[in-house]
Nanobody
Framework: QVQLVESGGGLVQAGGSLRLSCAAS????????MAWFRQAPGKEREFVAS????????YYADSVKGRFTISRDNGKNTMYLQMNSVTPEDTAVYYC????????????WGQGTQVTVSS
């Protein structure tokens, strides 16, 4: 069974940086797309960024483009989200997710990690 475990969340001041990690296990992820989503209080969950595990092709939401960087370490089976120049609007629970390249829905989710940005 696929397991995704996020870490690295916490409290950071506006303008600061934070790096989230997602440790993946349970299978080989060569044919998977990995992604970060987030959900702020009172709002729906939204896409943040994604990366194809094998080729490393990345996509970003407009709201984070130029500030966040998604990456993965195949040897460690870990995905990262480097968050720079954070603002209070980035405050949310951040979730790691995975899906097969050939499917459209993300079938596997982590438990989430809280990121709080103070002004």
């Amino acid at each position: 069974q696929v397991q995704l475990v996020e870490s690295g969340g916490g409290l950071v001041q506006a303008g600061g940086s934070l790096r989230l990690s997602c440790a993946a296990s349970g299978r080989t992820f060569t044919n998977y797309v990995m992604a970060w989503f987030r959900q702020a209080p009172g709002k729906e969950r939204e896409f943040v960024a994604s990366i194809t595990w094998s080729a490393g092709i990345t996509y970003y939401a407009d709201s984070v483009k130029g500030r966040f960087t998604i990456s993965r370490d195949n040897g460690k089976n870990t995905m990262y989200l480097q968050m720079n120049s954070v603002t209070p609007e980035d405050t949310a629970v951040y979730y790691c997710a995975a899906r097969l390249v050939v499917t459209r829905s993300f079938d596997f989710w982590g438990q989430g990690t809280q990121v709080t940005v103070s002004s």
